[in-house]
Nanobody, 116 residues
């Protein structure tokens, strides 16, 4: 069974940067098809960045130009580089498949708080 563990969240000032990591284990894990989601209490989890077969990436309009998804295939780690962070980026961040029909069990997430 696939297990996902996110890390790297922190308290950061507006305009700052963070790099989130998602370590994956399990033989059924497909690192070339992954995404990063975020969730604010009381709201639905939203997909903000995704990587699909062929290396194509997609980003939500709210993070386009500021966030970058990448992978280390050898280590089975998925990264989310976040720059120019804004208070509205505050959320719990999770990695998982970008396809709702192919989700793995959710990991614990990692909290990002953007505040001065």
């Amino acid at each position: 069974q696939v297990q996902l563990v996110e890390s790297g969240g922190a308290l950061v000032q507006p305009g700052g940067s963070l790099r989130l990591s998602c370590a994956a284990s399990g033989s059924m894990f497909r690192i070339n098809t992954m995404g990063w989601y975020r969730q604010v209490p009381g709201k639905q989890r939203e997909l903000v960045a995704s990587l699909i077969s062929g290396g194509k990436t997609n980003y939500a309009d709210s993070v386009k130009g500021r966030f970058t998804i990448s992978t280390d295939n050898t280590k089975k780690i998925v990264y989310l580089e976040m720059n120019d962070l804004k208070p509205e980026d505050t959320a719990a961040y999770y990695c998982n498949s970008p396809s709702p029909r192919a989700l793995y069990p959710w990991g614990p997430g990692t909290q990002v708080t953007v505040s001065s």
